[in-house]
């Protein structure tokens, strides 16, 4: 059962952590059309360079160990954002609001075998 936890962590946490790197990386190496989808979403573009800053500092939460209430800080902050992500794309009914889902069922999995794992 423990190795099964460990899995279990150690990929979600693995997979959310690429998809998080890969978004940040979009929002510096692509700018353009990440502030194209953020004007379509309704968002300001100005928080573009700070959003991609804040998942990068968020990832770097997550794996350290050195203060757990950071940590929790991060999961949240990673939930607002993808809830908003998610609720942005279904009102404007663009259909891609399946990798802010896919990416709240990675937290979620992540955040509570966290738990399991690490006793915390």
Do not use: C
Not at 66 to 91: P, R
């Amino acid at each position: 059962m423990e190795k099964r936890n460990q899995l279990i962590y150690w990929i979600s946490t693995g997979l959310l952590s690429a998809l998080m790197l890969f978004s940040a990386s979009m929002y510096f190496l692509n700018y353009a059309m990440v502030s194209e989808t953020f004007t379509t979403l309704g968002f300001p573009t100005y928080i573009i360079y700070p959003l991609a800053v804040a998942k990068i500092l968020g990832l770097i939460a997550i794996w350290s160990r050195k203060s757990q209430m950071l940590k929790e800080w991060a999961y949240a902050g990673f939930f607002f954002d993808f809830v908003l992500a998610a609720s942005a794309h279904i009102s404007i009914n663009d259909g891609a609001f399946m990798p802010a889902v896919v990416a709240i069922i990675l937290l979620f999995t992540s955040y509570f075998s966290s738990k399991k794992v690490f006793g915390i």
